[in-house]
C-alpha cells in the first residue's frame, strides 16, 4: 500500500462540522479495505477513534462520524469542541497487501 | 483491564544496541497481534511491522525494514522491538499497540510510549 494523504491541517470554530479526507484507499473488489481513525493530542498516545470505516468503540462521541467513498475515506467531526483540537490519522489495513498497514500523513485540527 | 506496558525512555549513543519491551494483560496475549508504531519527532505515525505472539510470524514495513527487529515471549507476554546498531535517525517515540480483529484490524490499545534518544 502507499501513504495515504490527508490535509496538513484544518480549523473550525465551535459548533460547526469538519470533515478529514484520507485519499488513497485501495478500491479493489479483491481485498477489504480497514479504515481507522486515531486522535492524538500533543505529547498523548494515540486514541482509537473509528473502526472498520463507521464503527465507533463505546466511549468515543457520536459527535464522531467515520465514511469512505472510492479511494477515500472521511472523518466529519460535528458540533466541534475546544477538546477536539488535536491531530487526526487515518489508516488502512489490507492483509494481502504490502504493508498490510499504513498510517495516513496526519491532520492537526484547530478550533477557533 | 487491558493494559500494554512499555519499558522505559533510553538515551544510546550511534552504533550501540537496543531493545525495548512491551508487556500485555489483561487479555489472551496469544491472541491478538502486536504492532509497533514509530513517531519522528514533530512528525506522523509509521508503521514499523507486526507479529503475531502465538507463531511469532512477523511483517515488517519495507521501507525500514532490515534495521530492527520484531520478537516476542509468549510465556511473559512481552513483545520486543531491538536494534543492533542505532542510528541517530532512530530517535523517536515507539508505541506497541494490540491489532484486534474485534475492532477491525485496528489498533485498539495502545502502550504509552517508549522515547529512544541516540544522540554521540
Known amino acids: 500500500q502507499s501513504a495515504l494523504t490527508q490535509p496538513a491541517s484544518l480549523s473550525g470554530s465551535p459548533g460547526q462540522s469538519i470533515t478529514i479526507s484520507c485519499s488513497g484507499m485501495n478500491n479493489d473488489d479483491d481485498a477489504y479495505n480497514y479504515v481507522s481513525w486515531y486522535q492524538q493530542y500533543p505529547g498523548e498516545v494515540p486514541k482509537l477513534l473509528i473502526f472498520d470505516v463507521n464503527h465507533r468503540p463505546a466511549a468515543v462521541s457520536s459527535r464522531f462520524v467515520g465514511s469512505k467513498s472510492g479511494n477515500t475515506a472521511s472523518l466529519t467531526i460535528s458540533g466541534l469542541q475546544a477538546e477536539d483540537e488535536a491531530d487526526y490519522y487515518c489508516s488502512s489495513y489490507i492483509g494481502s497487501k504490502r504493508p498490510p498497514f499504513v498510517f495516513g500523513t496526519g491532520t492537526k485540527v484547530t478550533v477557533l | ?120
Not at chain 2, 3 to 15: D, H, I, T
Not at chain 2, 78 to 93: E, I, M, N, P, R
Not at chain 2, 98 to 103: F, I, K, M, N
Request: with cysteine; aromatic share 12%.
Open chain 2, 1 to 120: 483491564e487491558v493494559q500494554l506496558v512499555q519499558s522505559g525512555a533510553e538515551v544510546r549513543k550511534p552504533g550501540e544496541s537496543l531493545r525495548i519491551s512491551c508487556k500485555g494483560s489483561g487479555f489472551a496475549f496469544t491472541g491478538y497481534w502486536i504492532t509497533w508504531v514509530r513517531q519522528m519527532p514533530g512528525k506522523g505515525l509509521e508503521w514499523m511491522g507486526k507479529i503475531d505472539p502465538s507463531d511469532s510470524y512477523t511483517q515488517h514495513s519495507p521501507s525500514i525494514r532490515g534495521h530492527f527487529t520484531i520478537s516476542v515471549d509468549k510465556s511473559n507476554s512481552t513483545a520486543y522491538l531491538q536494534w543492533s546498531s542505532l542510528k541517530a535517525s532512530d530517535t523517536a517515540v515507539y508505541y506497541c499497540a494490540r491489532q484486534s480483529g474485534e475492532t477491525g484490524m485496528a489498533l485498539d490499545y495502545w502502550g504509552q510510549g517508549t522515547v529512544v534518544t541516540v544522540s554521540s
